[in-house]
């Protein structure tokens, strides 16, 4: 906050634009290229951004929050996503979710601290310190997220996420797993 940030532009796939209205103007992240902008919050809050190239299906649900505060709050906050995933003693259930995601989710996502080493899907060490998840499509929360694990498709229909061919106890077993992921 009350300082710029470098932000470094990429895309695998499409065309997207970065936008965040209330900080800077638009920029292009194409494939094979990186671009840059610079951002600057002079009063703490959440920013909402916005994929503003049309970049396919689910181009309106590209959102995204940058979140400016005080140098310290950052540092702290830094450091605590840097930290690797300290399992919790899991109750059955979500042990039994551990295993199933290292099973079926690990190839795409990865959570440090463990096995898992998946690069395609988002990383989900500290997953429940965000505020929101499926690219800003859904609040955080436990009933979301189960709602996330079997009906990606139907929620954001063409995300790489799958919807997951699961029963309803192996569901609730992953997303007590996820509910560790501090």
Avoid at 32 to 43: E, F, K, L, M, V
Avoid at 81 to 99: C, D, R, T, V, Y
């Amino acid at each position: 906050m009350g300082e710029p940030v470098r932000i470094r532009l990429e895309s695998a796939g499409v065309i997207h634009t970065f936008w965040v209205p209330a900080l800077a103007g638009k920029t292009q992240a194409i494939p094979g290229q990186t671009n840059q902008q610079w951002i600057q919050a002079d009063a703490p809050g959440i920013y909402r951004g916005q994929c503003s190239q049309f970049c396919g299906a689910q181009h309106a649900h590209m959102a995204f929050e940058v979140v400016a505060q005080s140098r310290a709050d950052f540092a702290s906050w830094s450091a605590s996503q840097a930290a690797l995933h300290e399992p919790a003693n899991q109750n059955a259930s979500a042990a039994a979710g551990h295993k199933l995601f290292d099973e079926r989710c690990a190839g795409c996502h990865a959570v440090r601290g463990t096995s898992a080493a998946g690069a395609l899907a988002p990383d989900l060490t500290h997953l429940n310190s965000r505020r929101l998840i499926a690219a800003g499509t859904l609040s955080n929360s436990p009933t979301h997220q189960l709602d996330w694990i079997e009906h990606a498709q139907r929620i954001k229909p063409d995300a790489w996420m799958p919807s997951m061919t699961l029963t309803r106890a192996e569901a609730e077993n992953l997303a007590a797993f996820l509910a560790t992921l501090q």
